[in-house]
């Protein structure tokens, strides 16, 4: 009986072996994993080099009007998300998961990796550990026909290299990884600088670019949204909607010479390419959008 009971603990103890290390393996470590900007790279000396960092002529950003403020200045919205001139060139986050041994975890589903919401303010009843001054939110919001959004979730599982992207505007399943294409349940308002980014339950931090001289924390995850104004408390039908309460300040912030926007004169929310000065470029792209909302120009 005694001899059983040993072999019984041996083979106990070497299961255990076998399994710890393989689970303690799929646990991301947040010193080692991260996310970064990213959108398709417009640098014909660097073709198919992905667009990072925030400055033109930086990792695949160079040249053309479309890389003027670099990843960043691609990550821009419209609560309709509609256009040529709204999260252009498949902007999204790149996103690097591993162990604490540095080991990529791979088959992370995509539902398990977040830029998460609260769908709303504390003003308006929403809480949680998401962004909270993101309106997407259908209570409050219904003439627009807004969608709930909690969960912006990545484009598909982690691969062998740990991993997957989570494009701003949507993705379909037939497109690879990275590759935007409009899902009308993805529309929301509201800026908010730092978004949850969420794996598993444990929260990333943000590089400008996929090396290991950035820092960890060098970028937080956001996207500059042509709504900033409105929508945060409980009044019905004034969230993910482009008016004179959100041109205004951009009106003001372009008036002001770009050589004098420094400090606080510098609005870097109203910024929406990135270029490092508020301007007539940005006052046009807004008044373009003007009196848009979840449900227009755009039906879905």
Request: with cysteine.
């Amino acid at each position: 009986m005694m001899l059983k009971l040993a072999k019984l603990g041996i083979a106990i103890a070497v299961l255990a072996t076998l399994i710890v290390p393989a689970a303690y393996a799929g646990v991301p470590d947040v010193n080692q994993s991260y996310f970064v900007p990213q959108a398709t790279g417009t640098s014909s000396a660097s073709p198919g080099v992905p667009c990072e960092e925030a400055v033109a002529g930086a990792n695949g950003c160079a040249a053309a009007p479309a890389g003027t403020g670099g990843a960043i200045g691609n990550a821009r919205r419209c609560p309709n998300d509609d256009g040529t001139q709204v999260l252009k060139n498949n902007a999204r986050l790149l996103v690097v998961v591993k162990a604490s041994d540095g080991t990529p975890i791979a088959g992370i589903p995509a539902s398990d990796i977040c830029v998460l919401f609260n769908g709303g303010t504390p003003a308006q009843g929403f809480g949680g550990a998401g962004g909270d001054s993101i309106i997407a939110n259908f209570t409050f919001n219904t003439l627009n026909n807004c969608p709930d959004v909690r969960c912006v979730q990545a484009d598909a599982a982690t691969d062998v290299n740990g991993e997957t992207y989570i494009t701003w505007l949507g993705h379909q399943a037939a497109d690879p990884p990275g590759t935007a294409f409009r899902d009308p349940l993805r529309k929301w308002g509201g800026y908010e600088g730092d978004i949850p980014v969420m794996v598993l339950g444990f929260k990333l931090q943000g590089k400008l670019i996929n090396s290991l001289g950035s820092p960890l924390g060098s970028y937080t995850a956001h996207v500059k949204s042509l709504d900033m104004v409105g929508g945060t408390t409980t009044t019905p039908n004034q969230g993910s909607l482009v008016n004179s309460l959100d041109i205004n300040p951009v009106q003001a912030a372009a008036a002001i010479a770009c050589a004098s926007q420094t400090g606080p004169n510098y609005k870097y929310s109203l910024d929406f390419d990135n270029s490092g000065c508020v301007n007539s470029v940005d006052l046009n792209l807004i008044k373009a959008h003007n009196n848009h909302k979840c449900n227009s120009p755009t039906v879905n």
